[in-house]
């Protein structure tokens, strides 16, 4: 073989080498772009669909608000109704209509100024039936030990 013709099979070879590892470096930089697009689009939609859930969300809650509405009238009617009943029939009347409960009156003791101790879940030392040493039979010798 001719010198010539090895430069020219290595110039190809260098050529097609170099398209190659070009077209391999294109297609792994491609794919990078193609999945950040690929996310980019996730992304829209899941903006779309939060934007669609908070407006049905506040649809849900102008309803809900009217049927609350609904229901506190149709309760103040219905205690309308009742005290006019009352009153038909000869009950006693209430000073304003509704159907809430009287609470009873204050036992004498509430309105005494004494303060009341708190409960406690210990004994204060002084042998009560909390303490460590309560049941056991006295012992002159037995010094009580400090608590800490």
């Given amino acids: 073989m001719d010198e010539s013709n090895i430069n020219w099979i290595l110039a190809i070879a260098c050529l097609l080498a170099g398209i190659g590892l070009g077209a391999l470096g294109y ?32 649809v ?7 049927l609350v509405d609904a229901l506190r009238r149709d309760g103040e009617a219905l205690a309308t109704r009742l005290a006019e009943d009352a009153d038909s029939l000869g009950g006693h009347t209430r000073s ?14 509430a309105t005494s100024n004494a303060p009341v101790s708190t409960p406690r879940d210990y004994a204060d ?13 006295d012992d002159a010798s037995r010094k009580p030990e400090p608590r800490y």
């Fill in 27 to 58: 297609h792994l930089l491609n794919a990078g772009a193609h999945g950040i697009q690929r996310l980019r689009q996730r992304l829209a939609e899941r903006d779309r669909e939060l934007a669609a859930l908070r407006d049905g969300l506040d």
């Fill in 60 to 66: 849900h809650f102008d309803e809900v608000g009217r």
């Fill in 96 to 109: 304003r209509p509704g159907l809430a409960v009287e609470a009873p009156a204050a036992p004498a003791d």
């Fill in 125 to 137: 030392g002084s042998g009560g039936t909390l303490s460590e040493d309560f049941g056991l039979k």
